[in-house]
């Protein structure tokens, strides 16, 4: 079974331009959550979709925001970039069971650098 | 949320058992705890999880001790791919969804050396 793929991989921008991050989960995951991984601050939540839902959201400002679609791909939007939201995004999957935890199955990440 | 202490590095031989320590004393019942791994730059890779018995996988094994307050994740024969940083991560339920997020710490960062 293909794992979770993010594209674009790498991406360049510059301050206060906007981008959309993508990501496709294990096929039969119904949940994806993103991360930002910084040098800084490691890894932190920002939000997870389930059945094009949002259903939790980490402490981000309003700049950061998401979708999913019906077929469980998402995408992260970030508007107006600022120099510090260079990071490594991570999208991850999840069955998502009514009961007990599940496991979050990660991908490759998107680095993003912005100029 | 439980938090969970692990020493900042370890250093271990190829070959070599490697033993990962976490301290999750504030720990509940139905907290389960996690192990991944990141390798440089690389998406976290899932290990194992487990909330009172040991597991073992493919991978690793994972030993809780009966009071739950810390638990032991052992690569049996480390080689210099295991090199990683190793994440001890307590899963807590939360009210109307699943496990929710994982809430990562600074890790272990294990050196696995010839």
């Known amino acids: 079974k293909a794992g979770v793929t993010q594209t674009p991989r790498y991406l360049i921008k510059t301050r206060g331009q906007q981008v959309t991050l993508s990501c496709s989960p294990i096929?039969?995951?119904?949940?994806v959550s993103w991360y930002q991984q910084t040098p800084g601050q490691g890894l932190q939540f920002l939000f997870e979709?389930?059945?094009?839902?949002?259903?939790n959201k980490g402490n981000f400002p309003g700049r950061f925001s998401g979708r999913q679609f019906s077929n469980s791909r998402s995408e992260m939007n970030v508007s107006t970039l600022e120099l510090g939201d260079s990071a490594l995004y991570l999208c991850?999957?999840?069955?998502?069971?009514?009961?007990?935890?599940?496991?979050?199955?990660f991908g490759p990440g998107t680095r993003l650098t912005v100029l | 949320d439980a938090k969970t202490t692990q020493p900042p590095s370890m250093d271990c031989a190829e070959g070599r058992a490697a033993n990962l320590p976490c301290n999750h004393s504030?720990?509940?019942?139905?907290?389960?705890v996690y192990w991944y791994r990141q390798i440089h730059s690389q998406g976290p890779q899932y290990i194992i999880h487990?909330?009172?018995n040991n597991e073992t996988n493919e991978m690793a094994s994972l030993i809780i001790t009966e009071d739950r307050k810390s638990s032991t994740l052992i690569l049996p024969h480390a080689t210099l791919r295991d090199t990683a940083v190793y994440y001890c991560?307590?899963?807590?339920?939360?009210?109307?969804?699943?496990?929710?997020?994982?809430?990562f710490g600074q890790g272990t960062i294990l050196t696995v050396h010839p």
């Open positions: 991850a999957s999840s069955l998502s069971r009514d009961r007990g935890p599940d496991t979050q199955y």
């Open positions: 096929s039969g995951h119904r949940s």
């Open positions: 979709y389930f059945s094009e839902t949002q259903r």
């Open positions: 504030t720990i509940s019942g139905n907290e389960y």
């Open positions: 487990g909330l009172k």
């Open positions: 991560i307590v899963r807590v339920p939360e009210k109307g969804t699943s496990y929710g997020k994982l809430t």
